[in-house]
């Protein structure tokens, strides 16, 4: 019963799981995460970068839907410009 639960969570649409990029190189790992405030909405939303240990918040948007996505993309892709493996593991799409 709680994995039909879970299923119907999982399947509906309206419904905003946050998206997360582990980019690896050379044993390294940076993830770049876009985290959603409520699962029913795209904004609010921030941008979250951890490297080392440290987290940062790069960009975050409060009523521009797509801001948070395409920065985050823009940022995911200078990191395979840089050599970094990138996957998104994560998607409320």
């Known amino acids: 019963m709680a994995a039909g639960c879970l299923l119907s969570l999982m399947s509906a649409s309206s419904v905003m799981a946050d998206q997360t990029y582990v980019c690896t190189q050379a044993g390294m790992e940076r993830i770049i995460s876009v985290v959603y405030q409520s699962p029913e909405e795209s904004v609010p939303c921030e941008v979250v970068y951890q490297k080392d240990g440290e987290v940062q918040k790069l960009w975050n948007a409060d009523s ?6 395409r920065n985050a993309e823009a940022f995911v892709d200078r990191q395979r410009g840089w050599g970094w493996e990138c996957n998104l593991t994560g998607s409320g799409s």
């Open 64 to 69: 521009e839907q797509g801001y948070c996505e």
